[in-house]
């Protein structure tokens, strides 16, 4: 009986050290990195003619004299209400009697299929926008290219929140680090 306990807890052992090793969502959303170790994203290549026009949906932050601690805690924040962590919403806008769709239960859901995704990116993005502009960060184009080395849109899809972490600690320190050379693009 003994070697069997001791054949089974030997076979545990590991299973629980992995588990241990890994990290919950809510530890990730806590994780503080050390700037140092975070690579610091090239924009300075410039961007193209064409890419201006898409300035409102591909842009990075940044506000001079802040370091990347409260740089993290500003992009956080203001990602977590971006991803709807935190309902600013008035009681009003969810009321069953404010809500009718006019082309039925049918109509409703082939609107959400077509139309929700990318009016759920472009709430993201505004949200996320006047969050940082409140706390004082200007904003900067980048090409979708660049965009999308760093970022990701409303919930990161397929990304984990490992992933979404690191791409905010990436984000702090282009808003914390040298000034950007383009001209501020305001809200």
């Not at 975070?38 to 842009?59: C, S």
């Not at 505004?126 to 849109?153: H, I, P, Q």
Request: hydrophobic share 45%; proline share 4%; glycine share 10%.
């Amino acid at each position: 009986m003994k070697a069997l306990l001791v054949a089974v807890a030997a076979l545990a052992w590991p299973a629980c050290a992995w588990a241990q090793a890994e990290r919950s969502d809510e530890e990730w959303r806590a994780w503080q990195p050390d700037p140092a170790e975070i690579a610091l994203v090239d924009v300075a290549g410039g961007t193209r003619p064409d890419e201006a026009d898409d300035f409102d949906k591909y842009f990075y932050f940044h506000r001079a004299d802040t370091g990347f601690a409260q740089a993290l805690t500003d992009i956080r924040e203001c990602d977590a209400r971006a991803r709807g962590f935190w309902r600013v919403a008035s009681a009003a806008a969810s009321n069953d009697e404010n809500f009718s769709t006019p082309y039925g239960l049918v109509g409703g859901a082939a609107q959400a299929l077509i139309f929700g995704p990318a009016q759920d990116r472009l709430a993201r993005r505004a949200t996320l926008r006047r969050c940082m502009f409140f706390k004082g960060y200007g904003r900067y184009g980048v090409g979708k290219d660049m965009w999308e080395s760093f970022n990701f849109a409303r919930d990161g899809g397929d990304l984990g929140e490992e992933a979404m972490q690191r791409m905010l600690a990436q984000q702090a320190r282009l808003a914390s680090g040298p000034q950007p050379a383009g001209a501020e693009l305001g809200l």
